[in-house]
């Protein structure tokens, strides 16, 4: 099990204006404040530079740490280690919630660079993002993160009795899991139009099948006679059937090529509902068996119906 203080990634995390010497305009990043042992307890890679001590964090050290998408936007691929970056403009907020040094300029010197993680939610692309000691302005709360086996209500208890050990009176917040704070409001929207498209989909199906049914069916009867015939003749039961599912596959294989065609083209416009994407080789390989599938089934009880018709009935019949 390890421990930190600092939030868990999420998608309500508000981004704050940053100025880097030499860059033309400002930019903004989101802002975390965290401890040294943040980044290994949420699985944060270090890809260049080194995390602050924890001496440099007691002594609330002037230093960060940005993410990879930052070190892209502002510095390509030269190594920002060692520059300095300038928060809100140099301006500090204060409230009665945070304790604020005086003489705070904002200014911060970068010793690494992190991977990226989500920031703005699942379906948004990775904000910049800027990494400071969590004692750089100390608020009348903070967040602690840990990485651990197990249930999370069980992890919950052991955090509370061990506050409680050392502190009695403090209190202790509610538990929020990492999947939940990254899924926020991305996965309701995902779900929403996954299910509105799977329902369309479902009922466009039965309609076809349906469909299919009732076509193949009247076909066979229309052609009763001549199958009659055809048997009477010595035709094998498989022609038959056959001849009965011929135009009903090559339906259904040419409007499945049609479609398919289409989802391709119109792959823009399906990924504004959904963060996916309409060119899966697999997703589409599925769709296109299920569809023939169906087609099977909708034409094997006519089929059925047609290899089992005797002769004479046959021609008995009008």
């Known amino acids: 099990m390890s421990a930190a203080i600092g939030a868990l990634p999420s998608n309500n995390q508000e981004s704050t204006p940053v100025d880097v010497p030499g860059q033309k305009g400002s930019g903004v990043a989101v802002v975390q404040q965290v401890s040294g042992e943040y980044f290994a307890t949420a699985g944060i890679p270090v890809r260049m530079g080194r995390v602050w001590t924890r001496d440099e964090t007691a002594h609330g050290a002037r230093l960060a740490l940005i993410n990879e998408t930052m070190r892209r936007q502002y510095w390509r691929n030269a190594n920002p280690v060692g520059e300095t ?17 005086p ?3 904002q200014h911060f010197q970068i010793i690494g660079v992190v991977g990226d993680v989500p ?50 009176n403090q209190a202790v917040g509610e538990l929020a899991l990492a999947r939940n704070e990254l899924e926020g409001s991305s996965l309701p929207r995902e779900r929403f139009a996954a299910g509105l498209f799977s329902a369309f989909a479902f009922l466009a199906l039965v309609f076809a099948v349906s469909g299919l049914y009732s ?20 035709a094998r039961r498989v022609h038959i059937a056959y001849q009965v599912t011929r135009g009903c596959i090559v339906a259904v294989c040419g409007g499945t090529l049609i479609g398919v065609v289409l989802v391709v083209a119109l792959n823009r416009a399906f990924v504004q509902w959904t963060s ?12 296109v068996m299920l569809l023939l599938l169906a087609a099977g089934a909708a034409s094997a009880l006519p089929a059925s119906m047609a290899v089992t018709i005797a002769p004479v ?3 008995r019949s009008e």
């Open 85 to 101: 970056i300038v928060l809100n403009h140099g301006v500090v907020h204060g409230d009665m919630w945070k304790l604020v040094a």
């Open 103 to 105: 003489g705070d300029d």
């Open 119 to 168: 920031n703005r939610g699942l379906d948004e692309a990775i904000y910049p993002e800027v990494y400071l000691p969590y004692s750089i302005t100390p608020y009348d709360g903070f967040n602690l993160a840990f990485r651990a086996h197990g249930a999370p209500g069980t992890l919950l208890h052991a955090i509370k009795e061990h506050v409680r050990s050392v502190d009695a």
């Open 215 to 234: 076509v193949q069916s009247y076909l066979v009867t229309q052609r009763t006679r001549e199958f009659g015939v055809r048997i009477a003749m010595g």
């Open 276 to 287: 996916g994407v309409a060119r899966d080789p697999a997703m589409l390989t599925g769709i």
């Open 313 to 315: 009935d046959a021609l």
